[in-house]
């Protein structure tokens, strides 16, 4: 199978190409940065070639020229940068998966996998819990056009038989985490203890939020794109991942990082926006439609985060 990954040199997209490398595969990295820095090791086992999703024929002549079969989209602008130019977000984030679907279509792709959002559900949720059934009504520009693009995989896919899945994704977790994030206290609190640093969390103690290890995430998408098609009803599942408080966060980086120097400074429009996406998330449907069990709870999150920090600095610079 050619495989392709848009998004591939990003946070989740680097980590499919690393577990798809490890099995066999050479998938084509595309991407509008060529940086090879998350792709350490893996050189000589993918293909990187640099384009936007966002360029008509950019996304079609590396489907056409590497036969691709299967794509992962992971290619995107993310929630704070879509908020802060949502013209920008709409070329590459509605208009660059209208560009994907075109191009599966068109040159007979069999699958594409998409990397959706918790964001979709909105702020302003009144069911006590999230799942595959809650109605979607976002509030951040990010979410609309996730939302946009499920909705556009499952015209594609009763219109003309394309294979269209994905994933809603929490928070992610993970070492080097530069984008900016109102849910990034995760990660940076767990780095910052590491690095020895002082870090003020800007929640409150009680505060809770979905997230997910980037490795899970990537084995996530993966194991739902391999799964017999038969087994797929919903396509698009929400998962959940943790559902910590940030007291319990820090509880347990001290546990692993006895010395962390982390102070919780609230700032309470951030607060208030978290409390809105602040509920469980049911993941029954993942569960039973492609066997999906997380891998990384917080304990086994922290420590490999911990050894990827000390054994690949330079991947997370």
């Not at 495989?3 to 680097?14: P, S, V, Y």
């Not at 577990?19 to 940065?33: Q, S």
């Not at 038969?230 to 998962?239: A, D, E």
Request: net charge neutral; with cysteine; charged share 25%.
């Amino acid at each position: 199978m050619n495989i392709l990954i848009t998004g591939g040199t990003g946070f989740i997209g680097a980590q499919v190409a690393r577990v798809l490398a490890e099995r066999g595969e050479r998938p084509i990295i595309f991407d509008i940065n060529d940086r090879k820095t998350p792709l350490k090791g893996l050189e000589s086992k993918v293909t990187i070639v640099r384009g936007d999703v966002s360029n008509y024929s950019h996304v079609f002549n590396v489907v056409k020229q590497h036969e691709i079969d299967i794509i992962y989209h992971l290619g995107s602008m993310l929630s704070v940068a879509s908020d802060a130019d949502p013209w920008s977000a709409f070329r590459v984030n509605a208009q660059g998966s209208f560009h994907i679907l075109e191009a599966a279509r068109i040159l007979g792709v069999k699958q594409v996998i998409f990397s959706s959002t918790l964001a979709t559900y909105g702020l302003d949720i009144r069911e006590e819990l999230i799942d595959d059934y809650t109605l979607q009504r976002p509030t951040l520009f990010y979410g609309c056009t996730k939302v946009f693009v499920e909705l556009m995989g499952r015209f594609y896919k009763r219109k003309f038989g394309l294979d269209f899945r994905g994933i809603r994704y929490p928070a992610i977790i993970g070492p080097g985490v530069k984008t900016p994030g109102i849910v990034q206290y995760y990660s940076w609190a767990i780095e910052q203890a590491f690095k020895e640093n002082p870090f003020k969390i800007w929640v409150t103690p009680e505060t809770r939020c979905a997230a997910m290890y980037y490795k899970d995430a990537a084995l996530s998408i993966i194991q739902c794109g391999e799964t017999p098609r038969s087994s797929i009803k919903m396509g698009v599942y929400v998962l959940g991942g943790m559902f910590l408080s940030a007291q319990e966060l820090v509880d347990n980086i001290k546990k692993f990082l006895p010395g962390a120097r982390l102070e919780f400074v609230p700032d309470m429009e951030k607060v208030e926006i978290i409390k809105g996406l602040s509920k469980p998330v049911d993941e029954r449907c993942a569960r039973e439609e492609f066997g999906w069990v997380n891998q990384y709870p917080i304990e086994r999150t922290i420590e490999d985060f911990v050894k990827e920090l000390k054994e690949n600095p330079e991947m997370y610079e």
